[in-house]
């Protein structure tokens, strides 16, 4: 079975600090990938990063990157220098070797000024 | 480049009733998956669609069905409304070739009375 848990169900962070998100999988596959999205309160799921379950380095985009540790079975989200605009609920997902997409619970994330 | 576009934004129906959800894709993508997703829930896998077909489905009831067509389009039927089918119901899409990266649409709330 799949599965991914994060366990912070809320997080607050200083404008212009970092904050790391965190996110476990659970998967006998040997192959797959993940991802990051993040949902304003309007509902849009949006992309922010992905990692592949044979990449070597960890994933970076801009202010965001994944910090992969495939031993624990672990992708936490780092976000740097957060920004107001960056107040939103983030989902940790997985693909699967068919393409099935499993996501976490998400993590409520608030910006104070 | 239009992203992925979902018809109509919200929708209100009573239990019993049937409704059709409405999902364009990403331009050039080929693949169209679907989602619900309860309040203060990670969305849910309902199915995938490719080439036509039904390619994965998710542990929902035959009451959740879909099409997609030749121009990779595709819609979301729900049979026999119950009131816990209210949530927001979101389309994503990807490439077969290059699943690491899948779009959503901005979703259709859908609200069961």
């Known amino acids: 079975a799949q599965k991914i848990t994060q366990t912070q169900p809320g997080m607050f962070v200083q404008e212009k600090e970092a904050v790391t998100l965190d996110c476990t999988y659970d998967t006998s596959d040997p192959s797959y990938g993940l991802f990051w999205y993040k949902q304003p309160s309007s509902g849009e799921m949006i992309f922010l990063i992905y990692?592949?379950?044979?990449?070597?380095q960890n994933a970076t985009e801009g202010r965001y990157s994944l910090n992969f540790q495939k031993a624990r079975k672990s992708a936490n989200l780092v976000i740097s220098a957060s920004q107001l605009g960056d107040s939103a609920m983030y989902f940790c997902a997985m693909r699967d070797t068919g393409n099935q997409f499993y996501f976490g619970t998400g993590t409520s994330l608030t910006v104070i000024p | 480049d239009a992203g992925v576009t979902q018809s109509p934004t919200h929708l209100i129906k009573t239990r019993g009733q049937q409704v059709t959800l409405r999902c364009s894709p990403k331009s050039g993508h080929d693949t169209v998956s679907w989602y619900q997703q309860a309040l203060g829930q990670g969305p849910q896998f309902i199915f995938q669609y490719y080439e036509e077909e039904e390619r994965q489905r998710g542990n929902f009831p035959d009451r959740f069905s879909g099409h997609q067509f030749p121009n990779y389009s595709s819609e979301l039927n729900v049979n026999a409304l119950l009131l816990g089918d209210s949530a927001l119901y979101l389309c994503?899409?990807?490439?077969?070739?290059?699943?690491?990266?899948?779009?959503f649409g901005p979703g259709t709330r859908l609200l069961v009375l």
């Open positions: 994503a899409s990807s490439l077969e070739t290059g699943p690491e990266t899948q779009y």
């Open positions: 990692q592949g379950s044979y990449d070597q």
